[in-house]
């Protein structure tokens, strides 16, 4: 059979997914809110082996070599592929390659671009439809529940019905609806020490989590409505207050988990005065320091020129809404 590939993006939420009611079926225990992303992607070619072969699980490097996955890769890889064999029946050996346009395990949800690409691959290694809704539930089952978000592009809400916490997610705008740009301030490169799995684990040790809980339907609501009126003020003001509590939640948990470097304050009381003196930009950030500055179109060069020269800063990632997944005509191998 020939290779088949994907190409899936990373999400950026803007109201959070932390804490599971179901670490199994990996089910949240509130609904949550995305922004597909445009360039920071994972792609993943897929091809049968003999039978009788072991499955092949192969990294490409940044350097364009393929080299055999580590064994953390590897294991979250055949733990996914376990899932997806017994949902599709579908037991012959593979050649499995992935890769990533950005930097892998520092909080920019590449285990939400990763596990979905997969998830992609492998049905349509199936003869199974490109279907973003179907593969939503299959992507949650890798473990990274902001997987079932990267399966549609635009902005998108995980569940879909926030009633029904075991549903897939929906896109409810088109990355067309609005402009929006993400420049993502690199702080640090290295992986985190306190992967998102176990901070979802330890969210709810937190004593101010079932506060957070009580909040995030009506956060939720306001979110949306700033995004489908185009209402900036609105949208930052709910943003930043979201991101600043789920990094509270983490870091009054039992044991605390501080993701945040003194770079990563400073990119924020900078945002915060650019978004005093008129500019339209906001922050937030995922389970890492590295923080995403989201700006409209109108003011994006203006933002950069005035955060281009703070120190602490890696690298700059220039990324937009996108999207989402498409199939591609080329291979990792």
């Not at 050649?95 to 930097?103: E, V």
């Not at 101010?208 to 185009?230: E, H, M, S």
Request: contains cysteine.
């Amino acid at each position: 059979m020939n290779p088949v590939s994907v190409s899936s993006p990373s999400n950026i939420a803007l109201i959070k997914y932390w804490g599971m009611s179901d670490e199994q079926r990996t089910l949240p225990n509130n609904a949550s809110l995305s922004m597909t992303l445009s360039q920071c992607v994972s792609l993943c070619t897929i091809e049968s082996l003999s039978a009788g072969t072991t499955d092949e699980i192969l990294w490409r490097t940044r350097e364009g070599k393929l080299v055999p996955a580590n064994a953390s890769l590897r294991f979250g890889i055949e733990y996914h592929v376990g899932q997806l064999r017994q949902h599709f029946d579908h037991w012959q050996p593979l050649r499995i390659a992935t890769s990533n346009s950005f930097p892998t395990g520092v909080g920019i949800a590449s285990s939400a671009a990763g596990f979905s690409a997969l998830a992609m691959a492998f049905a349509l290694h199936c003869d199974q439809a490109f279907d973003g809704t179907r593969i939503s539930e299959l992507a949650r089952l890798s473990g990274s529940g902001s997987a079932a978000r990267s399966t549609f592009g635009g902005f998108v809400q995980w569940p879909g019905d926030a009633r029904q916490l075991a549903g897939p997610a929906q896109q409810f705008a088109p990355a067309h609806h609005w402009s929006l740009h993400d420049l993502i301030a690199v702080v640090d490169t290295r992986h985190k020490k306190v992967s998102s799995r176990q901070g979802h684990h330890l969210a709810a040790s937190s004593a101010f989590y079932p506060t957070r809980l009580d909040l995030l339907p009506q956060r939720l609501n306001t979110v949306r409505r700033a995004i489908l009126n185009r209402d900036f003020n609105a949208l930052a003001d709910a943003v930043e207050r979201e991101a600043i509590e789920l990094h509270m939640i983490a870091m009054t948990s039992q044991p605390p988990v501080f993701y945040w470097q003194p770079t990563t304050l400073a990119i924020l009381e900078r945002v915060r005065q650019l978004r005093g003196e008129g500019l339209q930009v906001c922050a937030t950030m995922d389970a890492g320091p590295n923080v995403h500055v989201l700006c409209t179109e109108q003011h994006r060069s203006l933002v950069f020129a005035a955060l281009s020269n703070l120190p602490g800063i890696v690298r700059w990632i220039f990324d937009q809404v996108g999207d989402g997944p498409r199939q591609l005509d080329h291979h990792l191998f």
